[in-house]
């Protein structure tokens, strides 16, 4: 077996080390298997293969089960090859035999995230911690390199309306791509096109006070002032449920989507705006 920092054999001495205590740093796929075992001959190599693709993404270790039978006792080995994954000391996943490529594969992504998995994490931790033109930078680094990715769609748009940009924002949303976030994406459309009414500078008739309260609203989301452009469009809605077509409503309902529905804003507002309407 090709030996390096990533594929290693492993033995009852060694496996504490290598294998448990490294798996709080990274993944590590274990791979119960013995010389005789002709199943282990035709996995032992695409397992190997994975490890060199991914690059120190996840660390292969190989027990040979007739030189360490403990540890297949401790890990309840009872046919091989049996692969079983370890995250933070414990195993997360595992599966018996010698599967097809497309199956381990699928099996190491889910086990062992890919470089751009890893690339949207961080992006999204930018996310969270309000560093939004930062958060901009990396998903747009993603949809560079995957325009079907939709979760970075997503976060791209949210990148952008935390800082007031409207029409960036909508032509963002005028090219996402589809997939299972697409659904929030068009939730927060309107919160887009409301800033982009803003950013555009028409102002409201003299007889629609209505519409510069929506407008204000508009430019107090721009600065980050979302609580305050939420109390705005609830009185918008005091005053008229279906002025615009419900449009307050579903800025709103936008804004719950941009701030997520943990959020304590969303939970308190929510129940603001239930009560307005009902």
């Not at 594929?7 to 990274?26: G, K, P």
């Not at 068009?186 to 209505?210: F, I, S, T, Y």
């Not at 508009?218 to 002032?225: E, F, P, T």
């Not at 918008?236 to 309902?253: F, H, M, N």
């Amino acid at each position: 077996m090709t030996q390096s920092e990533n594929i290693l054999d492993v033995t009852e001495a060694t496996f504490e080390a290598e294998v448990i205590m490294r798996s709080h740093s990274l993944p590590v796929v274990v791979d119960f298997w013995a010389p005789w075992c002709g199943p282990c001959r035709v996995l032992g190599p695409l397992l190997e293969k994975l490890a060199t693709e991914a690059n120190g993404l996840f660390r292969l270790a190989r027990v040979d089960v007739d030189q360490n039978q403990s540890l297949a006792v401790r890990f309840g080995v009872q046919g091989i090859p049996a692969v079983k994954a370890f995250r933070d000391g414990q195993v997360s996943a595992e599966f018996v035999g010698a599967q097809p490529e497309p199956v381990v594969r699928r099996f190491i992504s889910q086990v062992a995230p890919g470089e751009a998995d890893r690339a949207a994490a961080e992006a999204g931790s930018l996310l969270l911690s309000r560093r939004w033109p930062e958060a901009e930078g990396a998903f747009r680094d993603i949809l560079e390199r995957d325009p079907s990715n939709a979760a970075a769609g997503l976060g791209l748009v949210k990148s952008l309306l935390m800082q007031g940009l409207g029409r960036p924002s909508l032509e963002a949303l005028e090219h996402f791509p589809s997939g299972p976030e697409w659904s929030t994406a068009m939730r927060l459309k309107p919160v887009a096109e409301l800033l982009a009414e803003v950013e555009a500078g028409a102002a409201a008739a003299d007889d629609d006070p209505l519409g510069a309260a929506l407008r204000q609203a508009g430019r107090l989301v721009s600065h980050g002032k979302i609580p305050a452009a939420m109390d705005g469009l609830l009185d918008i809605l005091r005053s008229d449920k279906r002025y615009r077509g419900g449009l307050p409503r579903e800025i709103l309902v936008g804004l719950f989507a941009l701030l997520g529905e943990d959020d304590p804003l969303t939970r308190e507002y929510r129940d603001e705006l239930a009560s307005v309407l009902f």
